[in-house]
């Protein structure tokens, strides 16, 4: 749906609100850098109203997603130095459509195993965060 | 990478040969089923040697690959009728990129936590893996 009324109606899910602080705005999504500093940890939010799978998407949109999902991964990646990214569409908590971005690292506090409920999130020192978030807008050159 | 020396370059990891049996040939992807009946499960897997992550295919690839992951869902979503589609590419384990399309019902093994590394496999009676494997190939319009 590319529709002006689709794209009012959309709002971010409170529980990916809470975990999150805003990274900015991409054509299709609102990325988002998750609250936990055991992982750099990006989330991508599609402003479609009522999507919770990618085949709830249309082509152009699924198109213009993947198009967003590798330039976080290749900012990411770039502003981590990771050993390994984790894509994954989920949803079984909160149904809203949004993908993860996760840069790895060989000795972070899951590998190898997938973040979720392993370990509980770790608060961000401000400083820290601000630097990833300026360094992450700078590579997707945000304004 | 489009080439055919690329192509014939490829092979499957053996750790994704020993877990799944084949469904079929996509245009860029082998199609996998995960032999694990704890939750109807493919494998995505594109024949592309040296990949490991999303980003190391090109933005041809990429967008069959979506494509691909767009069909599979919805033939895998019309054999199940499930309650919910994870989409990830994870790829700690088997670097070798691939990514997973599984079928998750609210009563499954490990709802609503993702699957991997909560129950140890369980086979599949072998009707029953024939008839997956033939519904989804039916679905797939694979002749």
């Known amino acids: 749906m590319t529709s002006d009324a689709s794209a ?18 991409l054509l299709l ?4 850098i998750a609250t936990d500093a055991n992982y750099p940890w990006l989330i991508l939010v599609p402003r479609r109203s009522g999507v919770t799978e990618l085949i709830d998407l249309d082509a152009a949109d699924r198109a213009q997603l993947m198009d967003e999902i590798a ?6 990646r770039k502003v981590t130095a990771c050993d390994k990214l984790n ?3 989920l949803g079984n908590m909160v149904a809203q459509l949004h993908v993860h971005v996760i840069a790895r690292r060989k000795n972070d506090a899951a590998w ?3 973040v979720w409920g392993v370990e509980p999130a770790r608060a961000y020192a401000p400083d820290a965060l601000d630097r990833f978030h300026a360094a992450l807008r700078r590579e997707l050159a945000m304004a």
């Not at 330039?71 to 990411?76: C, N």
């Open 87 to 89: 894509v994954a569409a």
């Open 71 to 76: 330039a976080v991964s290749t900012a990411l």
């Open 29 to 32: 999504s609102q990325a988002l």
């Open 8 to 25: 009012q109606a959309w709002s971010l899910h409170p529980v990916l609100r809470a975990d999150t602080v805003p990274l900015g705005d």
């Open 112 to 114: 190898p195993k997938p």
